[in-house]
């Protein structure tokens, strides 16, 4: 079988896994409306190229929070990375440093963070607050001592999502797979009258005063993972965060959220220019990032194609999608006419009519 | 089978009930036009969630006419539920009780009025024009003696909508199977020329007239049933009327009706924020009652959805579809960051562009 | 087989004729696709009712061109008739009689313009200009004579539109149906280096001049038929005619051609309200009518479920068809809250969103 | 088999050749989406006829750079037309002599350019720029000996487009069938940590200096190929060339590029009006030439078509194609009221609502 794309790993992933895993990673909230928009959502945008421009310089590095990165594609927290294949995330990882590719790891990891630390240069850690502010810290301590360079504090699961595609299919985790980093939470307690959901499981989300607590405790850059609105991205910039992750968790938190391609125009208008804006959720193609771009993301995510190459080829699997994914890019700034990522603006691109 | 959803409700429910009751229950006006509409509107608006809120005093009551509900679902006026199940609107009224939901009962009930009063705290009484003043009266002084607390005028159906799916199915009432309260209408009488729609069947049809002698009537607060424009929810305010039910009857009155999920913003717009308005037609997911209460509605009523629980399992079929919609809301809730119903507000919603 | 509207007339209707002769008639030209458009531009409006308006007075009465009409449905001109029944024009006629419709009889006739005019009050005649002036004179006398009261010039077809699926059935006329009134036309004589089509099939088409010169010929109120834009119909409006008919053939000319419906309101804004305008081309259900006649037509006119009812039962199908219609057109008048068609107006209808 | 259409042509094209060169024709860029949305995007726009205009003087003449052509469909470069028939170009040359079409020849036509020149009237030369502008120069002396009097230099695929369908198929230039005048460009060359793509591939792609170079270099006007944008249209005025083709490159060098006629009114706009503008990317039909025209191009290009008729019947095929086709433009001029190009205008056509 081809390999041609990310699409041919999407579409053959299913026969590397068991069904009830591929239903819990490929699907998306509840109906899958999210899911399903982030893709068709990059099609609203079609590229205007510009032509006979010179290439001599060109280059696809991006600069971010202080960091350089080869090329503007990153490999998304995914949890449980074990679940596909049994190296987890040291393949990832192993896969990120062939590739030049920034790398962020789970705090549902199934592999150490220090383990991981040593197969990839500076990491970036994707923090869940926990229950209690102790247990969090002991996560930002770690993540700090197996030189992890960033924090990205996910916001948009404050209680899981419907997954009812999983929940159909009898997913559960197997034994042997589990996050070495954290423990169950415990089961949520409220007085009558009470809502289980709203009283309950909402009881430990965390707030912007928590985000205040998390600066005092670290030097590390902190970005807040799961933003589409305006109003959030601003006020993120205004508590001094490093960027934000336009995201919608690729559709698995709430069914019927707006695509961030959808939202990253605005975004970035309401953030001006010197905000670091990551995008995710859908992005399958070189020319989904060059939208992304375009629209005013410094860099991408991917979070299921990692899970796809790992679970077919391992760490190869997981630097082929990196790869195609990088060239397809490239690509797309060759035929769009733009030697740099810096070149990539606006005029590039157009709504579909 | 599972039933995670109203989805399987509603997929499932052909398989308890005739044919022809089914047709009679699910279809639309003529080309179900409407009816389909109604769920795919929904759709065309997305959720923008906002993050880092407290969660300490969330909840989803709602104040409607004076009255405090646990949350914004209500259950519709549905007529002759013993067509599906032989305790039909007393089960119905149980399943209100153990939900904590307000119960709208019609005027075509096959359950006595006093006798659902028993089973349920105040429901309210949809009202159907009689051809004789005398008998209208007649039902709105046994809804008061029974303890009903609010009136619901039904408007949008003077004439019956064409009922194509049902009559090609060979729908009829089954013997047993009757409205308690009322009698046939008298075939309508015309003069030669004249025409049997225009000047027969709707020589009854109530007009603002006979509302303002409703008004003189009773002290229940009244709704008027079945709005869809600016002009007639204003005239409905400017009489003194409690509020409205934007609604095109479930898609059953006029096929190519506007759907009232695109009206409901104009109509909130038109009328301020003192003047309740109550949604239905297509409403089967708690996202949808998140973006009816965002676009300006205070509450939402389901229809179909009752009927369904109701073949499928009696008074718990029709408790679990109200439980699982008021679950629904409130993840919509917490994963949209709204910790109360106050916050449900247009900035948390956008067009799907 | 159940008839309870148009569509179950237009899907029954193949197996009443031969397949060429379904082709021939279904079709439109080339590809379809003004065909389909017609009809599917219909659902980009939908309805906004009023509520509690009294109906004491109401009716579906029109006037035009100084005639009332019991009901806006016109039985459009359309050629052939024999092909799918032995009476052909004659039947049409008495359907049209048998409803109180007005009847249009095309230049095209398979039955004399003097036998139809037996069987129908003041029916209005289709011309087509004829090469020479003088059979185009004649045929105008023979109307006169049979006291036809208005005449309806087709100006949308100069040259016949492609019939791809007529063409791939191998239609032609049988032997024993034909146009009684004209005989066919020579076939074009061009130069060399000139176009068949631009100079030869075109030589005979007419132009505005003939218009006025037609006007000095006769008394009757003239209508354009196949106007779409703007500007023809100010065009006609100051050349002193009496309205215009607002097409496409039918889908039948032009494949891509704009749809009537979208383009109605604006030739109501640009003719004022004292100019007839007739609609055709895809009106199939009562809520078309009342969309058209929303935006702006007078009156709307069928053409293809003429043949379908006169194929499936001769005089009893048409009156069916046009029964059905009118049924359904005052149905969504009652519904929607307009007791005569004057109260029918741009409020009552909205652009899906 | 009928061929009434080039959509006859294209369905049938397959069983003309073998899959893989099927693949390689038909195909475009990766999945596909610029070359179905070049021809959907036609259907965004809808013909408004104007009637009873005079056809007296009708022709469908245009004038491009000086040349008067007898109509403005013109035969596209398209590579190695020996891939589909023994004479290739030869053949192709014949068709647009008899059906009075321009003709344009590829930098890689598999028949030599002279014995291309004798079989029809000035052609006009497609420029491919080699990595040696000693190669390239050779190229246009060839041309310009073998009497051809127009360049057009094509810009949008510096870079081959990912071409997925030829790849999945197999598809390779089988031995016989070659570029006669140029040899195959060396492999890239890069430094360590360069990008194939960037800065290999790319390393030879013409600027907009190497355009001015070669207007010294010849007196032949000259257009560039494969513009989508209002700024590299205005620069190409500025610099002084005769025209630019507003193309895609028929959906074959990057997937998501806009389409043409969605480009073709602003770039009118921003050039004004004497400066000639030539459209292609699914062109197909009568109508789609008239919309172009109508949007601000002064003459079409096929591409895909030319090969399709090839296959079947070669010259004989292309010139039906391109008779075909003519024949649409001109009915679809007669049914519009537009006797000449020139009154082909923006009033004649109106986006689908
Ligand atoms: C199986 C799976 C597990 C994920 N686990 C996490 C996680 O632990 N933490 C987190 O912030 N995001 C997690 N995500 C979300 C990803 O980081 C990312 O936002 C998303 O996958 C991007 O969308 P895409 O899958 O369409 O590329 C997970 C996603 C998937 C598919
Ligand atoms: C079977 C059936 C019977 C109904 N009977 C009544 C009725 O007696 N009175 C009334 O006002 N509305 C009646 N309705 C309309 C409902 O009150 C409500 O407006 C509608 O069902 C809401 O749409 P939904 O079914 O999509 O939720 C009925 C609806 C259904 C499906
Ligand atoms: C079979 C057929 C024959 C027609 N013949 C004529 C005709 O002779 N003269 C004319 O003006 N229109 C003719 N028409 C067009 C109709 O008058 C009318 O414009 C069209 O049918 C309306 O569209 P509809 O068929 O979708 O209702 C014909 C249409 C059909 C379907
Ligand atoms: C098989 C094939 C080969 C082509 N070769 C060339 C070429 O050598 N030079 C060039 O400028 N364009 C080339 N084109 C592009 C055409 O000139 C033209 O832009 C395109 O085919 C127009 O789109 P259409 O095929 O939808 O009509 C080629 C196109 C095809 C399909």
Same mark, same amino acid.
């Given at each position: 079988a081809d390999f041609l794309s990310l699409a041919d790993y999407e579409r053959q992933a299913q026969d #590397?896994? /068991?069904h009830p895993v591929y239903e819990y990673i490929a699907g998306g909230a509840d109906r899958d409306q999210a899911l399903n928009n982030n893709r068709t959502s990059f099609d609203d945008w079609q590229i205007l190229p %510009? &032509?006979?421009n010179s290439f001599r310089q060109a280059n696809s590095t991006v600069h971010l929070i202080g960091q350089a990165l080869a090329h503007p594609i990153i490999a998304a927290p995914v949890a449980y990375q074990r679940l596909v294949h049994n190296e987890g995330e040291l393949a990832t990882a192993q896969a990120c440093t062939a590739t030049e590719s920034q790398m962020v790891v789970s705090t549902l990891? %199934? +592999? /150490?963070l220090a383990a991981i630390g040593e197969q &990839? =240069? %500076?990491p970036w850690f994707q923090l869940y607050f926990q229950a209690q502010k102790q247990q969090t810290l002991q996560l930002v301590r770690q993540a700090e001592d197996a030189g992890y360079s960033a924090l990205m504090v996910t916001v948009d699961v404050p209680i899981n999502g419907l997954r009812?595609? =999983? +929940?159909k299919a009898g997913f559960a985790l197997p034994p042997a797979v589990r996050a070495v980093h954290v423990s169950d939470a415990p089961p949520p307690l409220i007085e009558a009258n009470q809502s289980v959901i709203l009283n309950g499981y909402m009881a430990h989300s965390p707030s912007w005063d928590d985000i205040a607590w998390l600066q005092q405790q670290t030097q590390l850059p902190i970005f807040l993972k799961g933003i589409l609105s305006t109003h959030d991205a601003s006020q993120a910039q205004q508590a001094g965060l490093a960027? &934000? &992750?336009v995201s919608n968790h690729g559709g698995r938190s709430l069914d019927c959220l707006a695509s961030p391609i959808h939202q990253i125009a605005a975004i970035r208008a309401a953030v001006g220019g010197d905000f670091s804006l990551i995008l995710d959720s859908g992005v399958r193609h070189g020319t989904d990032v #060059?939208? =992304?771009l375009a629209l005013g993301a410094n860099a991408v995510m991917i979070g299921r194609p990692i899970m796809y190459g790992l679970a077919i080829a391992g760490a190869l699997g997981v630097a082929h999608c990196l790869k195609l994914l990088r060239e397809e890019f490239e690509l797309t700034m060759a035929l769009a006419g733009c030697p740099t990522v810096e070149a990539i603006t606006a005029s590039h691109i157009t709504r579909r009519p």
């Open positions: #590397f896994m /068991p %510009s &032509v006979l990891t %199934s +592999q /150490p &990839v =240069a %500076s009812i595609r =999983a +929940q960027g &934000v &992750v #060059f939208k =992304a």
